[in-house]
Nanobody, 124 residues
Framework: QVQLVESGGGLVQAGGSLRVSCVPSGRTLSILAIAWFRQAPGNEREFVAGLRWSGGTPYYGGSMRGRFTISRDNAKNTVFLQMNSLQPEDTAVYYC?????????????????WGQGTQVTVSS
């Protein structure tokens, strides 16, 4: 099993920045891909960004490309999502997810481990 713990959410004004973190634990050697998803009230869960656990080029959901950056700090065993130029429509619960089955996917059903989520609220 893999456990994922997110942190770093909060309230920020429009145009501001925020960084959320995800720390995996447990059977981390089984992780092939890690990603961030988000879900706003009344909306379906949406892919934000993903990263092959072995490294390589990150990939992003359309509206996040150019504003968000996913990265991994191996020394700290932490995955970050840096969010810049935040807008009220970015308000959502942000979830960290890990897959032991695929190295690349933007589909939530390919991820078998999920964190509890961290709330990000962007005020106008």
């Amino acid at each position: 099993q893999v456990q994922l713990v997110e942190s770093g959410g909060g309230l920020v004004q429009a145009g501001g920045s925020l960084r959320v973190s995800c720390v995996p634990s447990g059977r981390t050697l089984s992780i092939l891909a890690i990603a961030w998803f988000r879900q706003a009230p009344g909306n379906e869960r949406e892919f934000v960004a993903g990263l092959r656990w072995s490294g390589g080029t990150p990939y992003y959901g359309g509206s996040m490309r150019g504003r968000f950056t996913i990265s991994r700090d191996n020394a700290k065993n932490t995955v970050f999502l840096q969010m810049n130029s935040l807008q009220p429509e970015d308000t959502a619960v942000y979830y960290c997810a890990a897959s032991s089955g695929v190295t690349y996917s933007s589909e939530q059903n390919r991820y078998n481990y999920w964190g509890q989520g961290t709330q990000v609220t962007v005020s106008s």
